[in-house]
């Protein structure tokens, strides 16, 4: 994530802005987008203030609350796909989320988490089972 602007600059973005200056004649004479100098003046007449929001970090994981049930899904079928995985996740907790965020899930909480096959969830289907 970027940084914040300087304070000096904020400070002299809203001073310009105050004074009646419009939002491209500031953006030109401070080097900054047009949109940059409407941002600060929209976040200075909201909080009264030049300094920068908070940066919270890492929101986490919509699948830590169901961390539990998705590591016991693992322990119980060893050969579960990560997207047979995300497809149990969505149906069963009404969630949105694909095999990327199932895969990175896993990947944080590592220990006790057999590797992920293809094969085995495939072999399932009525279709493939008929080949074997």
């Known amino acids: 994530m970027p940084r914040p602007y300087a304070t000096d600059l904020r400070v002299r973005v809203v001073a310009a802005m105050q004074a009646g200056e419009n939002c491209r004649a ?26 920068p929001a908070t940066v919270d970090g890492h929101l986490g994981s919509a699948l830590e609350p169901h961390g539990e049930w998705i590591r016991a899904q693992v322990r119980s079928r060893p ?11 969505n149906a069963r ?3 949105a989320v694909g095999r990327d965020a199932v895969w990175r899930f896993l990947r944080r909480c590592r220990p006790g988490v057999k590797k992920m096959t293809r094969v085995a969830d495939e072999r399932d289907r009525p279709g493939v089972r008929r080949r074997i």
Do not use: H
């Open 26 to 51: 500031v953006a030109a004479s401070l080097d900054i987008a047009p949109s940059t100098a409407g941002k600060r003046d929209r976040a200075f007449s909201r909080s009264g203030s030049v300094r």
């Open 93 to 95: 907790f009404g969630l």
């Open 79 to 89: 050969g579960i796909t990560v997207r047979g995985l995300a497809r149990r996740v």
